[in-house]
Every structure is written in structure tokens, then in C-alpha cells.
């Protein structure tokens, strides 16, 4: 939903590192791309990307907006 790329694109604001790569990463997969085509676009193995990716995930599953955002129907509008 919309509102769940908002909140990833917020958390990613607010990311570094290696999170920050992940989250982009996710992003990407989610627009249809492969970890092959994520790793290519980046220059580093697929494995990298894969890492990210976890350690992204990580982060995400530790977040309460994330979660809000994940657990929200997707013709729901957000809390204002």
C-alpha cells in the first residue's frame, strides 16, 4: 500500500549504512526487481544485497510504524 512505502521511505530517511542499503533494496524487489538485478545495479554480489536485505529487515521488524503500516488494510486510510 502507499502508505507502506511512505513509512519504508521515511525509515530509509532516517537509516544508514548498511539498513539504509537494504531498504532500498526491498524497494526495489517490491518495483519487481531481482536480487541478481539489485546486486548488478550496485556492483556487489547478490549475497551483499541479500544481507542487506536481513539486516533491513531486521530493523523493520523492530519498528512500530512499520508494523502499523504493515498491519493496516490496504484501503485503509492512516490515523491521523
Same mark, same amino acid.
Given at each position: #500500500?502507499?502508505? %507502506?512505502?511512505?513509512? %519504508? ?5 532516517? $537509516? $544508514?549504512? !548498511? !539498513?539504509?542499503? *537494504?531498504?532500498? +533494496?526491498?524497494?526495489?524487489?517490491? =518495483? *519487481?526487481? #531481482?536480487? &541478481?538485478?539489485?546486486?548488478? %545495479?550496485? *556492483? !556487489? =554480489?547478490?549475497?551483499?544485497?541479500? +544481507?542487506?536485505? $536481513?539486516? +533491513?529487515? =531486521? ?7 512499520? &508494523?502499523?503500516?504493515? #498491519?493496516?488494510?490496504?484501503? $485503509?486510510?492512516?490515523?491521523?
Amino acid at each position: #500500500s502507499e502508505d %507502506l512505502f511512505c513509512t %519504508l521511505d521515511k525509515i530509509h530517511t532516517e $537509516s $544508514s549504512g !548498511v !539498513v539504509r542499503l *537494504g531498504i532500498e +533494496a526491498l524497494i526495489l524487489k517490491a =518495483k *519487481g526487481m #531481482s536480487g &541478481q538485478e539489485i546486486a548488478a %545495479l550496485y *556492483g !556487489v =554480489k547478490p549475497n551483499h544485497v541479500g +544481507a542487506w536485505i $536481513s539486516r +533491513a529487515a =531486521k530493523r523493520l521488524r523492530g519498528n512500530a510504524d512499520f &508494523q502499523r503500516a504493515c #498491519s493496516r488494510p490496504a484501503d $485503509s486510510p492512516a490515523p491521523r
